[in-house]
């Protein structure tokens, strides 16, 4: 399975949110879908870095049409009043991509009570797709794109629901971790649910492998991040215009199921061209997926209507 920009069809009158467009594969994923005519909301939390980044992509797509919408996912009252400003302008969304994250922060909780980690990559998340769901035609071009991670198949290998909030003891590389699958094991629920109700809308997940050239290390202490960036990362990374085509196959790809994890295919899923991704077994089981989403429903509120 392969994926090329040439093979997608024309995008025009599209409209996608991108959260986190301001850096890395945000921004990337942005430009590439501005060069599509694809019309793109910025969901950031920092308005100046937002508009330093709007300003960037204009200087390559003149003609795009890009706004910036304010969105915290680390604090579910920010998440509720973007869904509601997102409503009150538009009555239509084709693509979602759930792409913003933090990595390996200090242990921190956020004002929800939740580990941040979990917070911005997931929880954020979860709740923001019940809020637009019906926004978005009900075809297979309509995609729910979640950003996991190699890191998924790493760690513990498991959610810690004994303790999900790490306040027992914190590793932030296995919450990273942890949140990386739930965000997988969401994908993957999220599509059993729509295949159950008969929709036609897809869910599909992606990762960027090992993507040099974005922030998302900047938690890492600084001997240990000059040691991966100057000897590590040049052997097993990849840039992020090669990083960004998961997430592009699973948004764009004409060929895409319901279900998909498409990953760069090369040194272990590190770098290369996209295709599938090899899924943890537990980001498939029913049992925990269940789990999960009832654990997620009734921390964050969400109501996922017909799909509950
Ligand atoms: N790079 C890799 O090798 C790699 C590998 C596996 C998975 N991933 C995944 O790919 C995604 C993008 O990562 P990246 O490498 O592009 O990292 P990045 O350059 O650090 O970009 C992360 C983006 O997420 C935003 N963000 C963080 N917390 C947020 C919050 N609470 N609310 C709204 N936006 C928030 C950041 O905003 P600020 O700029 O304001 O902080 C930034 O725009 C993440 O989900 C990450 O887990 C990346």
Not at 179 to 201: P, V, Y
Request: glycine share 6%.
């Amino acid at each position: 399975m392969s994926f090329s920009l040439a093979e997608v069809p024309s995008q025009k009158g599209k409209i996608a949110i991108i959260t986190g467009a301001n850096a890395g594969l945000g921004f990337e994923n942005t430009l590439r879908f501005l060069q599509e005519d694809i019309k793109v909301i910025m969901a950031c939390r920092s308005a100046e870095k937002a508009h330093t980044a709007r300003a960037k992509l204009l200087a390559v797509v003149p003609n795009a049409d890009l706004e910036f919408l304010q969105l915290d996912l680390s604090d579910l009252a920010s998440v509720r009043k973007f869904a509601q400003v997102y409503r009150s302008k538009y009555s239509k969304l084709d693509y979602l991509v759930n792409n913003a994250g933090i990595m390996v922060p200090p242990y921190s909780k956020t004002v929800d009570g939740f580990e941040s980690q979990m917070a911005a990559n997931y929880f954020g998340h979860f709740l923001l797709v019940s809020l637009l769901l019906d926004l978005m035609p009900d075809t297979p071009e309509s995609r729910v794109v979640s950003l996991s991670s190699m890191g998924h198949r790493q760690g513990q290998k498991r959610i810690f629901f004994e303790d999900l909030q790490w306040e027992k003891r914190y590793s932030s590389s296995e919450a990273y971790q942890q949140s990386k699958l739930a965000c997988l094991m969401f994908a993957n629920e999220l599509d059993h649910r729509f295949k159950k109700a008969g929709k036609k809308i897809l869910s599909v997940a992606a990762h960027p492998g090992a993507t040099s050239d974005t922030d998302l290390v900047r938690h890492i202490p600084k001997l240990l991040y000059f040691f991966i960036k100057h000897l590590v990362m040049p052997v097993i990374s990849h840039r992020v215009s090669s990083g960004v085509q998961p997430q592009l196959m699973a948004a764009l790809s004409p060929s895409a199921q319901g279900g998909d994890y498409y990953g760069p295919q090369k040194f272990n899923e590190m770098k290369g061209p996209p295709g599938l991704a090899m899924k943890l077994p537990y980001s498939e089981d029913e049992v925990m997926m269940q789990k999960l989403w009832d654990i997620s429903v009734k921390l964050t509120g969400a109501d996922y209507g017909e799909l509950a």
